[in-house]
């Protein structure tokens, strides 16, 4: 999707300004994909829902930064953002899981669809896990 690849330019280009007394960090920042979610079955107007998540970090060095979380209309789309430290030396084994939250509310009738970022496949090309949640009285 451009909107994740945008964003990974724009924190790309914020982050790598650094002072003249930059202590040799050199940050990657890197979009991973969601792993598993929970969603409840339903919503209800005006409710506020935990939506949890799991994710994979390739190595011990990737830092949990946010959620990189777009709003369109009645859809959101959802993926991990984290960053490396270029200058660490990591852990090639693979983590366990990681969790994460965040908090949902309600606002607008009908349904909301999440995407969730699930890498990227042989062609280079994104892909995305869709699920769409009724909002019932």
């Keep these: 999707m451009k909107k994740i690849a945008l964003l990974l330019a724009l924190a790309a280009t914020v982050f790598s300004c650094t002072p003249d007394n930059n202590d040799g960090d050199n940050f990657n920042f890197n979009i991973l994909p969601v792993e598993s979610y929970v969603l409840p079955e339903s919503f ?10 799991k994710y994979q970090r390739p190595t011990s060095c990737h ?3 946010g959620l990189f979380y777009d709003k369109n209309l009645n859809t959101r789309t959802i993926a991990i953002q984290t960053a490396t430290n270029a200058n660490q030396v990591c852990n090639l084994l693979i983590p366990p899981l990681s969790d994460v939250s965040f908090n949902f509310m309600v606002t607008a009738t009908g349904s909301y669809i999440f995407k969730f970022y699930k890498g990227k496949d042989a062609n280079d090309k994104e892909l995305f896990e869709s699920v769409e949640i009724q909002v019932v009285p």
Excluded: W
């Design 44 to 53: 209800k107007l005006g409710e506020t829902y935990e939506i949890k998540l």
């Design 63 to 65: 830092i949990y930064q």
